[in-house]
């Protein structure tokens, strides 16, 4: 059995898979979008292993707001697919986790780029036992203040890594297995990303309503399955959905009334059998 960790919190997306008998692990990094964390997991999971996942741990931030979304929700989703377990950790533990269990007794601080001229920090120290304590809440301090922090200070470059993930990884599956009954402790609907602060830019607020899904929608719609889906559907096979009657199919379209009725998003639904 093992427990499926990954976090997309900074510029690097992280992915390791562990034993949490022996804490040996097989990891990805990559330096690509969060929405690539799947393919780092399926590089490491085959179709036919999922079944070995026992728990799913994702990092909760503080980090990069689109980054932690789609990495918080891509966990919610696997873990609900899977019917497993899913728990938080915070991303500057997962960053801090290697050093500080080496420097035990020492303050170890884990930063992340916020933008903005800011990076997230937050400090750690570890016991003779490896157990990580969190010293302090998450901060955003101005770039000139790093070098006053007193510690160590690790962000998402050093070589440990992947060791680090891991380590922060099984630590937040020990936590979570222990937690008293009823704490609702792997429940996938109690984890959410902590932004600490909140988006580099504020969106528009659109006013979207629900019509249904024309052809004529298919160049808008192919634009919006390519930004978000590495391997996106083409509009052949959408054109294809689209030729379903009402009794086989769902075709809903939303559109912004503020940007004069332009598709936002869809939602598809097929019918398969006679049921």
Not at 206 to 214: A, G
Request: a negative charge.
């Amino acid at each position: 059995m093992s427990v499926l960790c990954f976090d997309t919190a900074s510029r690097v997306v992280l992915v390791a898979l562990v034993d949490p008998s022996t804490g040996a692990f097989t990891g990805g990094v990559s330096t690509g979008r969060a929405q690539g964390v799947l393919e780092l997991v399926d590089s490491l999971v085959g179709a036919g292993e999922q079944g070995s996942i026992e728990a799913i741990v994702v990092g909760t931030g503080p980090g990069g707001f689109t980054g932690l979304r789609v990495g918080v929700a891509t966990a919610r989703g696997l873990a609900e697919a899977l019917g497993v377990p899913l728990y938080g950790v915070d991303s500057l533990l997962v960053l801090a986790a290697a050093t500080a269990t080496a420097r035990v007794g020492e303050r170890v601080w884990g930063a992340i780029d916020a933008r903005r001229g800011e990076y997230f920090v937050q400090p750690f120290m570890a016991d003779a036992a490896g157990h990580i304590t969190t010293l302090e809440p998450a901060s955003a301090i101005a770039v000139e203040e790093l070098r006053g922090l007193d510690g160590i200070t690790v962000g998402d470059d050093h070589d440990a890594v992947l060791a680090s993930l891991a380590i922060a990884g099984l630590q937040a599956f020990e936590t979570g297995q222990a937690a008293v009954e009823g704490a609702r402790a792997g429940d996938p609907l109690t984890v959410l990303p902590d932004y600490v602060r909140g988006p580099d830019a504020e969106p528009a607020r659109m006013d979207v309503h629900i019509d249904r899904l024309q052809g004529a929608d298919l160049g808008a719609l192919d634009i919006i399955e390519r930004r978000c889906f590495p391997h996106p559907w083409s509009m052949a096979m959408y054109a294809e959905e689209l030729r379903r009657g009402p009794d086989d199919g769902v075709h809903l379209a939303a559109r912004d009334r503020t940007r004069d009725e332009r598709l936002v998003g869809a939602a598809l639904a097929a019918r398969i059998g006679n049921s």
